[in-house]
């Protein structure tokens, strides 16, 4: 009988069969179909993990994984930016999950971390500075003369409901020499409304970048796959139920008395008895529990510059310094001539 021709003898061409495809799958090439091997012949998902630029991709996240404590807290809230997702864990286990809106290319989300101090039900909306020069001094123009003067249009504070203090008091915007003024020195802010742009809920967590998560008045961005249209803060889709998890945790606070809060809250400032600890994070891998890997876009370029900054010749990783003296014997390993039956061995790093 040839070899090959009975499907339930394990012959010699069977067996090379599997060493040929054990070596194109980066695992050892010994022809026994052990567990690994199973493993890849009836997982097709898993039969590319150690293609090179899988590989890279996994150190680039690896990298990542060191930037955050080794203990992360019981309970934390993380949002994964590329993925465009919030996650509440408690325990090690996620307990809540909902989809989040993040900054745009041009005013990324910051990835940090700090702890969140308070929830505040019916906020104000502090303009930033951004905002105020960028895209509301814009639509701030002159019309008339004459007799009865220059004046200006200002209809866009009020179609926003904006309103403007200066050293505390507040200030008609007709009294204001807009061709003059730094606007940066004056403070815009929108009342608290069924209008405002944050919706009913902010969750604080002070930072030096002045971002945070809130409700959105633009629910339909939740629909989309790629959701960047921010300015840099996290809009979450679900914010009522985000505060219920938070502070039944936190406060023990029903459900019924988050929903009060959430419909009938003016700047309601509820303080965290325990500070919960958030991280803002970029991971455009995951490895799934099944051992299989999800990736996603890299959104603002992230992955690009660490690959510049981390890896050298495409082998080398800066998280792990190579000796001078190791990299000047490993060139002159490479510039000697080999002899028959001499194996150079490479340092890894």
């Given at each position: 009988?040839?070899?090959?021709?009975?499907?339930?003898?394990?012959?010699?061409?069977?067996?090379?069969?599997?060493?040929?495809?054990?070596?194109?799958?980066?695992?050892?090439?010994?022809?026994?179909?052990?567990?690994?091997?199973?493993?890849?012949?009836?997982?097709?998902?898993?039969?590319?993990?150690?293609?090179?630029?899988?590989?890279?991709?996994?150190?680039?996240?690896?990298?990542?994984?060191?930037?955050?404590?080794?203990?992360?807290?019981?309970?934390?809230?993380?949002?994964?930016?590329?993925?465009?997702?919030?996650?509440?864990?408690?325990?090690?286990?996620?307990?809540?999950?909902?989809?989040?809106?993040?900054?745009k290319t041009k005013t990324p989300t910051p990835i940090f971390s700090n702890d969140m101090k308070s929830v505040v039900f019916g906020p104000y909306w502090n303009v930033p500075n951004s905002i105020k020069t960028g895209e509301i001094r814009p639509y701030i123009r002159p019309y008339g003369g004459g007799w009865y003067g220059r004046r200006w249009d200002t209809r866009v504070l009020a179609q926003h409901e904006l309103r403007i203090k200066y050293n505390g008091q507040e200030i008609d915007p007709q009294s204001i020499d807009w061709s003059r003024v730094d606007i940066r020195k004056l403070h815009f802010y929108q009342p608290p409304s069924p209008t405002n742009v944050l919706g009913r809920v902010k969750f604080v967590f002070p930072n030096k970048h002045d971002v945070y998560m809130h409700d959105t008045q633009e629910k339909h961005y939740f629909n989309k796959t790629v959701r960047a249209e921010s300015h840099g803060c996290m809009r979450v889709q679900n914010p009522d139920e985000f505060a219920a998890v938070l502070l039944k945790y936190d406060r023990n606070w029903s459900a019924e008395k988050t929903r009060d809060a959430?419909?009938?809250?003016?700047?309601?400032?509820?303080?965290?008895?325990?500070?919960?600890?958030?991280?803002?994070?970029?991971?455009?891998?995951w490895v799934n529990e099944d051992g299989s890997?999800?990736?996603?876009?890299?959104?603002?370029?992230?992955?690009?510059?660490?690959?510049?900054?981390?890896?050298?010749?495409?082998?080398?990783?800066?998280?792990?310094?190579?000796?001078?003296?190791?990299?000047?014997?490993?060139?002159?390993?490479?510039?000697?001539?080999?002899?028959a039956g001499t194996r150079f061995a490479r340092t890894g790093y």
């Amino acid at each position: 009988m040839p070899q090959g021709s009975d499907p339930e003898l394990y012959d010699e061409t069977v067996g090379k069969a599997v060493k040929r495809f054990q070596t194109a799958h980066n695992t050892a090439a010994d022809g026994v179909v052990g567990p690994g091997t199973r493993r890849l012949l009836n997982n097709p998902h898993l039969r590319n993990a150690g293609n090179p630029a899988d590989i890279e991709k996994i150190l680039l996240n690896m990298e990542r994984w060191r930037w955050l404590p080794q203990d992360q807290g019981r309970f934390y809230v993380t949002v994964n930016v590329p993925e465009f997702m919030l996650r509440v864990v408690k325990d090690d286990e996620a307990v809540y999950t909902t989809r989040v809106v993040v900054g745009k290319t041009k005013t990324p989300t910051p990835i940090f971390s700090n702890d969140m101090k308070s929830v505040v039900f019916g906020p104000y909306w502090n303009v930033p500075n951004s905002i105020k020069t960028g895209e509301i001094r814009p639509y701030i123009r002159p019309y008339g003369g004459g007799w009865y003067g220059r004046r200006w249009d200002t209809r866009v504070l009020a179609q926003h409901e904006l309103r403007i203090k200066y050293n505390g008091q507040e200030i008609d915007p007709q009294s204001i020499d807009w061709s003059r003024v730094d606007i940066r020195k004056l403070h815009f802010y929108q009342p608290p409304s069924p209008t405002n742009v944050l919706g009913r809920v902010k969750f604080v967590f002070p930072n030096k970048h002045d971002v945070y998560m809130h409700d959105t008045q633009e629910k339909h961005y939740f629909n989309k796959t790629v959701r960047a249209e921010s300015h840099g803060c996290m809009r979450v889709q679900n914010p009522d139920e985000f505060a219920a998890v938070l502070l039944k945790y936190d406060r023990n606070w029903s459900a019924e008395k988050t929903r009060d809060a959430f419909n009938t809250g003016y700047d309601k400032h509820v303080p965290l008895n325990n500070a919960i600890p958030v991280y803002v994070t970029y991971f455009t891998l995951w490895v799934n529990e099944d051992g299989s890997i999800k990736t996603y876009g890299d959104l603002y370029g992230h992955d690009r510059r660490m690959r510049t900054a981390l890896l050298k010749n495409g082998r080398d990783y800066a998280a792990v310094k190579r000796p001078a003296e190791t990299a000047k014997k490993e060139r002159q390993a490479e510039m000697a001539p080999k002899r028959a039956g001499t194996r150079f061995a490479r340092t890894g790093y």
